[in-house]
């Protein structure tokens, strides 16, 4: 009976040291694909004109979300430097209805105006994170980075007259008042991953700047 407890006990530690976690360290890569939330300028400089223009149809264009991705090489067990990458969508539509003078026909036109604008916004930084705690399910760290930000705006206004529908394209709408932003990114963070098994986890990270406010995904470390 001894014997077979023995074995059993053995048995159990060999399968327990067999699916131990690795902490990361140094020489590892780590691949953090993630959404952001929330979009900032839909937040604060799109919203307003969407609830306040038109005839009560605005909408945002581009939704709450960013999406990106990062890539990590530890030089060190406690320091890593990588890349890190996101993308954003913004703006806003409405549309309004009116009577317009026909001079050439002396009779009112019924109007239907249409006003649609975005801005793209892509961001990539390079990286640099400080790893705080690191244990067989944990990897905390801080983080800044600095790098490139592109923005393109767009905008369509369709108007569409007796039957006659003419459109404007790359239009930038009165409406739009905020300047060309400066092409600078740059983020300050905290996060953490948790690993699930010995290279897939999960993650989230609190930010300013360069992207939303908490960033959420999986990790997959090599």
């Known amino acids: 009976m001894k014997k077979v407890l023995f074995l059993m006990g053995a048995m159990l530690t060999i399968s327990t040291a ?5 902490p990361v360290g140094q020489g590892n890569i780590i ?3 993630y959404i952001g939330f929330p ?4 937040v604060f400089a799109h919203s307003g004109i969407a609830e306040n223009h038109g005839d009560g149809n605005g909408h945002l264009n581009g939704g709450q979300l960013s999406y990106g991705g990062r890539v990590e090489y530890l030089l060190a067990d406690n320091f890593g430097i990588g890349i890190d990458f996101n993308y954003e969508v913004s703006g806003y ?4 209805m009116s009577n317009e003078y026909n001079e050439a026909t002396m009779v009112y036109d019924y109007v239907a105006m249409n006003y649609e604008y ?3 916004i892509s961001r990539i930084m390079l990286r640099l994170n400080y790893h705080l705690v690191q ?6 760290y801080a983080g800044f980075a600095a790098g490139y930000k592109n923005l393109n705006k767009s905008g369509v206004r369709t108007r569409v007259s007796t039957g006659v529908e003419t459109e404007d394209t790359d239009l930038l709408l009165e409406e739009d008042l905020f300047p060309i932003a400066f092409p600078v990114a740059f983020r300050l963070a905290v ?3 948790m690993y699930l098994t010995d290279n897939i ?3 989230v990270e609190l930010g300013a700047f360069g992207g939303g406010l908490i960033q959420l995904g999986i990790s997959a470390k090599y």
């Open 18 to 22: 067999s699916i131990a976690q690795t």
């Open 31 to 33: 691949i953090d694909p």
């Open 39 to 42: 979009n900032w300028n839909n």
């Open 93 to 96: 539509g409405y549309g309004y």
């Open 118 to 120: 975005k801005e793209k």
């Open 135 to 140: 244990n067989d399910r944990v990897d905390a």
């Open 191 to 193: 996060g953490a991953r």
């Open 201 to 203: 986890g999960a993650h």
